[in-house]
């Protein structure tokens, strides 16, 4: 990669996006996207982040608050004190600060970006994947009715996603379940816990072997990875870790143990796309499948998590989603949308391939803020 001479301007911004529909998992429910979008301009080129922490501390510790706060009196100063500067010095002071993998994910997305768009190459280009068609996945909210969730099945089946996850809560799996089979026998199906079973509740887990899993996403504690090798051995389904992976050696320490047999690396989870990438080069070379999760993200996240799965260790379809399923007007252009045989295309164009509608932008921010760099 290239060196970037300085940085002239940043621009940080939070936006307050409606959902289509109102978005349940074991840890609540979520009516509106809101997004940390950090914007760093060069030579007049812009690159662009957006951080994939919630308003609320309930999926991770951060915040966008809490990013906030990191990036502008921690992360920005580094690249505001040097000159001539390479990602890779920028990434190496950055793991002076512990944590803030969200916060730090922002900054080297939007790094990323600038590069690229400097360079003239798209993103997937410059992290040295390869272009190919990218599979789609939805993740479906838990509802109060189990017809509901047959009906929002059948949609996404419709549309063709390669496979459909539905998130369960304890008590709320079974049932739902069984109707789903019932109904679609032949679907790739898998379930997504957000924590809420513990290890006392392995009798219950071991019934989720009748349903023909793709795998079961993160059944017990965020900060669990020993317990969750313990079920991992009565189960025949395989288990899939994603709030327990937080960095490389999470990830040496789930697969040492047995802990999983999948890992969702959602990218700003484990402090953004070049840790990403080791993750996956690891798990490749240590017989661990991974996908590329999704945090509800704006056309910037959206854009991001597609040039990931041009690397080949993505061998499993994503929570990689249309726009429409969860904004009616997003703040990029173009919209993601799922070809007729169920694939995505590629943004095209340099960088992250999507652009800013800057009016849009506007109509959607309720925080901005100019930090000077001279
Ligand atoms: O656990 O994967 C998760 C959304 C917000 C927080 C956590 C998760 C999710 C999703 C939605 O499952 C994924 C998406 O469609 O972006
Ligand atoms: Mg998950």
């Not at 690159?47 to 309930?58: D, I, K, L, R």
């Not at 730090?104 to 997937?124: C, F, H, R, S, W």
């Not at 009906?151 to 809560?169: N, P």
């Not at 061998?315 to 969860?326: A, F, K, N, Q």
Request: proline letters at 4%; glycine letters at 8%.
């Amino acid at each position: 990669m290239n060196r970037i001479d300085q940085i002239d301007s940043m621009e940080l911004f939070i936006i307050k996006l409606p959902l289509v529909e109102a978005f349940e998992t074991s840890l609540g429910a979520e009516t509106y996207k809101e997004a940390l979008l950090l914007k760093l301009k060069s030579e007049e080129i812009a690159g662009w982040g957006e951080c994939v922490a919630s308003p609320e501390p309930f999926y991770s510790s951060e915040t966008n608050e809490t990013a906030l706060h990191i990036i502008r009196t921690f992360l920005l100063p580094v690249i505001m004190k040097i000159k001539n500067f390479s990602l890779d010095e920028v990434l190496r002071a950055f793991e002076r600060i512990r944590g803030h993998n969200m916060a730090k994910a922002t900054v080297e997305n939007a790094l990323l970006d600038l590069q690229a768009k400097m360079q003239g190459i798209p993103l997937y280009e410059l992290i040295g994947g390869e272009k190919r068609d990218i599979m789609s996945g939805i993740s479906i909210g838990i509802k109060e009715d189990t017809d509901e969730l047959l009906e929002s099945i059948g949609q996404a089946v419709r549309k063709k996603y390669h496979r459909i996850k539905i998130k369960i809560k304890k008590g709320k799996e079974l049932e739902p379940l069984a109707r789903v089979r019932e109904n679609y026998p032949d679907i790739k199906l898998m379930v997504d816990a957000n924590a809420d079973y513990s290890i006392d509740d392995l009798e219950l887990l071991k019934q989720l072997d009748d349903y023909d899993l793709m795998m079961i996403e993160q059944p017990l504690a965020y900060d669990d990875i020993y317990f969750h090798s313990i079920i991992q051995k009565e189960l025949q389904t395989p288990i899939c870790l994603d709030e327990s992976i937080e960095s490389l050696n999470d990830v040496k320490t789930a697969i040492n143990l047995g802990s999983c047999q999948i890992i969702n690396i959602k990218q700003g989870r484990v402090g953004g796309i070049l840790s990403a990438i080791t993750i996956q080069n690891f798990c490749s070379s240590n017989g661990i499948k991974v996908w590329s999760g999704g945090m509800l993200e704006t056309g910037i996240g959206r854009a991001f998590n597609i040039h990931l799965q041009t690397l080949p260790g993505f061998t499993l379809p994503g929570d990689t989603s249309e726009t429409s399923r969860y904004f009616q007007e997003d703040i990029v252009e173009p919209n993601i949308t799922l070809r007729g045989d169920g694939f995505i295309d590629i943004p095209e164009g340099e960088g992250m391939g999507v652009q800013i509608i800057p009016e849009r932008l506007e109509h959607f921010t309720t925080f901005s803020e100019r930090i000077e760099t001279k």
